[in-house]
């Protein structure tokens, strides 16, 4: 039955007028369809009570706002970060999740179903690829989530960095993008939204064309293609350098810089050399670096190194003058972290 409605959530607002006119309504109720979809993220027709009665009731026939539906919703006891796991028409599962910061909030995003790019200590990659998400699948974490900040705070932040390769699915990531920067829909900074990849090159050079203004973070993890590939085999198609060229010549917006993400793995890619390798590897590039401990997983094979590791490895960065963040992922406890983020679980059980 459902198959046959159109969702709306993942229209713009030229294509919400053209549905709305093919209904032989005036071209303002798209308007008003989209503030009602975007800015309050309505779920029900029943509720857009400035639409007229008959054709609120012609959207019951023909459409779905094709918002997902919340089944789950885990709270970290220990920093407030919130796990959801959303249902999507036809049955899949994604996670998204909802960190604090200070009175704003980041919400960290899903681009597949899966991912097909079996990074070894991911858990998304060992769990296989199932399918792209909509641009309306995608709009729609920020939507479900954006309605559990309490008032007074606000969605500042978001991230791509949920299940998924997003510059694998470029064309609903790219949509996406879009109707998230709408200013007058969700109206999210460009400047407040980061994309992660596993380093697609050809897609990260049509993404630096398309000039959206939005960061990029590079999932680097290796200082050289021989460890890298091992950990990443998506590294075997794009190389190091080809990756390190597109974000040389990515056009950055002013006072911006690439994130460079480094997944310290304990004895694998941690060590010294393995430091001072990165910061001559990046030396000269406009960046910042990200080292994420490593969030275990009960299926993978790593473990996190010890605190002073971390620190001796951020220091041997800091001396060569980068900008180096240890991210310490939110929601551990509830699997929320980095690389943790599965989509196959319900009310905390395997299905
Ligand atoms: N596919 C994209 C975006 C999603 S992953 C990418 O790989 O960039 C977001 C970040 O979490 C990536 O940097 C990824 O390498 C990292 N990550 C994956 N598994 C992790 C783990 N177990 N612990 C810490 N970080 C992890
Ligand atoms: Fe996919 Fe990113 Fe996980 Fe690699 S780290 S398997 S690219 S989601």
């Known amino acids: 039955m459902s198959e046959n409605l159109t969702p709306l959530v993942g229209m713009d607002l030229p294509e919400l007028t053209a549905l709305v006119t093919a209904a032989g309504q005036p071209p303002f109720r798209a308007k008003q369809l989209h503030h009602w979809l975007y800015r309050l993220g309505t779920r029900e027709f029943s509720e857009m009570t400035n639409l007229a009665k008959v054709f609120r009731e012609w959207l ?204 310290l793995l304990g004895g694998v890619n941690d060590s010294d050399a393995h430091a001072r390798a990165l910061g001559k590897l990046l030396r000269g590039m406009p960046c910042k670096i990200n080292l994420i401990p490593y969030n275990p997983s009960k299926v993978l094979p790593y473990r996190r190194p010890s605190m002073d590791r971390v620190n001796r490895f951020q220091d041997i960065l800091l001396h060569q003058n980068y900008t180096v963040c240890v991210r310490f992922s939110k929601g551990l406890d509830v699997d929320g972290a980095c690389g943790q983020l599965a989509g196959r679980h319900r009310n905390g059980a395997d299905s």
Request: proline share 4%; charged share 25%; glycine share 10%.
């Open 60 to 263: 019951e026939g023909h459409c779905v706002t094709g918002l997902p539906r919340v089944v789950d919703r885990r709270e970290s006891a220990e920093d407030e970060t919130v796990k959801l796991l959303l249902e999507l028409s036809d049955g899949e599962l994604v996670e998204s999740v909802l960190m604090r910061e200070r009175d704003w909030w980041t919400v960290c995003v899903s681009s597949q179903v899966g991912c097909a790019l079996g990074c070894t200590f991911c858990t998304t990659g060992a769990g296989g690829f199932r399918r792209d998400l909509t641009c309306g699948e995608i709009v729609g974490q920020v939507i479900e989530a954006r309605r559990l900040v309490p008032d007074g705070e606000f969605l500042r932040n978001i991230v791509f960095m949920g299940m998924g390769e997003p510059l694998l699915n470029p064309t609903a990531v790219t949509g996406a993008l879009r109707i998230l920067t709408d200013p007058d829909g969700m109206a999210v900074a460009s400047r407040r939204i980061t994309l992660s990849t596993a380093g697609i090159v050809p897609e990260l050079r049509r993404l630096s064309e398309k000039d959206l203004g939005i960061n990029i973070a590079i999932s680097l993890h290796g200082v050289c293609d021989e460890e890298r590939n091992k950990i990443m085999p998506i590294g075997r198609r794009w190389p190091i350098a080809e990756i390190l060229a597109a974000c040389r010549e990515f056009g950055l917006r002013p006072r911006r810089r690439i994130t460079f993400e480094y997944v």
